[in-house]
């Protein structure tokens, strides 16, 4: 027969790692690593549709949009099959951060500044008083906070995805409690 073959096929394996989702791109990024003989074709649903990628990438990174994902399997070029059965639910919002107009409250002698949050709870803002840094962290995404006088800077806000938004915004607070005191009545006799 004169005839010579080489074998050298690797069993088939896929592994994937834990989601992280992307602030700059507003996605989720998967990392595969696949091991057999290329290309492969993942198969997988997003939100009960049928989808399938081929790659020819042993190392391969997909970022999906908020979804239901479930990866059923990956086949590589000699239809051995892999099952993966790894579901993901990605549900995540891009961090933004609103601060109201300070407003001074007369009783408390305190400003208040009305923050609204979109993103991923919980948030944290960072800043400074006076130079000294401070946090104030809030679960809910509208927080009223209230600020003694000083000089303050509101640097930043992070959210629970480690996503950072800068701010910037400087305020100087040097409000004086309302106050009124009376003198003892005196009769004048010219009037």
Do not use: M, R
């Not at 891009?94 to 109201?100: G, M, Y």
């Not at 993103?119 to 509208?142: C, H, L, R």
């Amino acid at each position: 027969i004169n005839q010579n073959f080489n074998f050298n096929y690797t069993p088939i394996s896929a592994a994937l790692t834990s989601p992280v989702y992307n602030c700059d791109s507003n996605k989720t990024l998967v990392h595969f690593d696949l091991q057999g003989n290329a290309p492969w074709t993942i198969f997988y649903k997003q939100d009960g549709i049928n989808q399938q990628i081929s790659t020819n990438q042993a190392s391969l990174d997909l970022l999906l949009d908020n979804g239901n994902y479930l990866f059923t399997q990956v086949k590589d070029i000699t239809n051995c099959a892999f099952n993966i059965n790894q579901n993901f639910n990605f549900n995540y919002e891009p961090i933004d951060i609103t601060l109201a107009t300070p407003i001074y409250h007369c009783d408390s002698n305190k400003t208040a500044i009305q923050f609204s949050f979109s993103g991923n709870a919980p948030w944290i803002i960072n800043y400074t008083k006076d130079n000294n840094p401070a946090q104030i962290v809030s679960n809910s995404n509208q927080l009223t906070a209230f600020f003694d006088n000083g000089n303050y800077q509101f640097v930043s806000v992070s959210d629970a995805t480690n996503c950072t938004k800068n701010i910037n915004q400087n305020f100087n607070f040097n409000y004086t409690p309302i106050s009124a005191a009376l003198t003892s009545p005196v009769y004048n006799c010219d009037s």
